[in-house]
């Protein structure tokens, strides 16, 4: 069975936003209730009933039942990508990378000029340390759309080099031309993040590399830029000279997360812990890592039992 694109890409959004915000700011004209009937016309009762299920499931987080319910939709139409997109966000939720990937990718290639399909790839992919141009032969890089939607799910990650590379081979139009703008802007924060507080370190005196408000202004300006590539690098180099930081612990974790390293947050963070005294709404950033980072490793009892320590209001 074949599903129309504008219901493909009415119900591929679903999870980014609600059904009425994306028709209303992607497709201003579009009737939600009509496009739902031609939608309901073209499936058996049998799909409607598990497809609509396995969507309310995901809006409570019970994945489990919506995978479930989804693989059905699969056995009885094997070609629906839409069906292949929901699935590739429900084993990301799940933290099944390696199993959501082949799904995410079947979706993309189905509909390479999709936003929503590019980003749930990336993120997978990042998910587990690999690189788009590392599966530049099987994707859709002829394409100028892809590339457009590549260039600025990265840029939108804070991977600027990388989108400012993409725009490079992507034929020149009014929205790349924006986007590098953007890109050009981000770099140049980024760059001026690390600059602003660069250590002048001299041959007759090594060992002052940097004072503590010299690292805590670096370290600000790239949790700010979400510069997080140096971010675990700068917040080591401040750990050598004052192993007793919290905050330097906090922003390691925090890179470690971002670059999908749970086990290595969770050894920076819970070192930290021991040095943080009465910082309240330090400490809740530090649960909240913590809390993400055992929920990257299938670890819920101590994912809640960090959840439970945040204090609300700080």
């Known amino acids: 069975m074949k599903i ?13 936003i609600s059904l ?12 939600i209730e009509e496009s739902a009937d031609v939608f309901l016309e073209d499936y058996s009762d049998d799909f409607q009933e598990k497809f609509f299920d396995a969507l309310k499931q995901k809006g409570i987080e019970n994945y489990d039942r919506a995978i479930n319910l989804m693989l059905a939709c699969k056995q009885l139409d094997a070609n629906n990508y839409v069906v292949d997109h929901e699935l ?47 599966y530049k032969a099987q994707l859709p890089f002829n394409n100028a759309k892809f590339k457009e939607n590549l260039a600025l799910v990265y840029y939108r990650k804070g991977r600027a080099k990388a989108a400012q590379s993409i725009l490079k081979e992507t034929p020149k139009s009014s929205f790349t031309q924006q986007l590098s703008v953007k890109v050009e802007d981000l770099i140049e924060a980024q760059e001026d993040a690390i600059k602003s507080s660069s250590f002048t370190v001299t041959n007759q005196n090594r060992s ?15 949790l700010r830029t979400n510069n997080y590539l140096a971010l675990d690098k700068i917040a080591g180099e401040a ?29 920076a963070l819970e070192t930290g812990l021991d040095y943080l005294v009465g910082d309240v709404s330090l400490a809740n950033k530090f649960y909240q890592e913590l809390a993400d980072a055992y929920n990257s490793i299938n670890n819920s009892v101590k994912a809640n039992m960090y959840l439970r320590k945040i204090i609300p209001g700080f």
């Open 4 to 16: 129309s694109p504008i219901i493909s890409t009415f119900f591929g959004g679903f999870l980014f």
């Open 20 to 31: 009425a915000t994306y028709a209303q700011e992607v497709t201003p004209d579009i009737n």
């Open 88 to 134: 590739a966000q429900l084993y990301l939720k799940e933290k099944q990378y390696p199993v959501a990937e082949p799904f995410a990718l079947t979706a993309l290639l189905a509909e390479p000029e999709n936003l929503w399909y590019t980003n749930t790839y990336v993120e997978i992919l990042q998910k587990q340390q690999k690189s788009v141009e590392g």
């Open 208 to 222: 002052e590399s940097g004072s503590f408000q010299q690292y805590k202004a670096q370290i600000d300006g790239l």
């Open 239 to 267: 750990l050598e000279s004052y192993p007793s930081q919290p905050y330097f612990y906090y922003a390691q974790g925090y890179a470690f997360n971002k670059k999908a390293k749970p086990r290595d947050a969770i050894e």
